[in-house]
Nanobody
Framework: QVQLVESGGGLVQAGGSLRLPCAASGRSFRRYAMGWFRQAPGKEREFAAAISWTGSITYYADSVKGRFTISRDGANTVGLQMNSLEPEDTAAYYC???????????????????WGQGTQVTVSS
């Protein structure tokens, strides 16, 4: 059974940092792009960051560029380092894996193959 499990969410003050790891299991994700999406209350799910299966190509939403960093540690682990957090970053964060490209994940042009269950990040002002 394929699972993506996120952790690391929590409550943090504005300007603080959090790291969200995601561990995938049930198959090899060696040739899968992986990424992070987020969904704030009352809003649609939006793209945050993606990384290619090689780890050499990354994409970020404009709203997080320069503050968030996505990385891979092996085929089945992806992390999201979030710095300089703002109240607007408050959302449920979801790990994703897809057999397509990281660019397609950024463009949300195709249905994502696998999703995690989400982890809540709350940034207080």
């Amino acid at each position: 059974q394929v699972q993506l499990v996120e952790s690391g969410g929590g409550l943090v003050q504005a300007g603080g940092s959090l790291r969200l790891p995601c561990a995938a299991s049930g198959r090899s994700f060696r040739r899968y792009a992986m990424g992070w999406f987020r969904q704030a209350p009352g809003k649609e799910r939006e793209f945050a960051a993606a990384i290619s299966w090689t780890g050499s190509i990354t994409y970020y939403a404009d709203s997080v560029k320069g503050r968030f960093t996505i990385s891979r540690d092996g085929a089945n682990t992806v992390g999201l380092q979030m710095n300089s957090l703002e109240p607007e970053d408050t959302a449920a964060y979801y790990c994703a894996a897809d057999a397509g490209t990281a660019q397609a994940m950024r463009d949300m042009s195709a249905r994502v193959d696998y999703w995690g269950q989400g982890t809540q990040v709350t940034v207080s002002s």
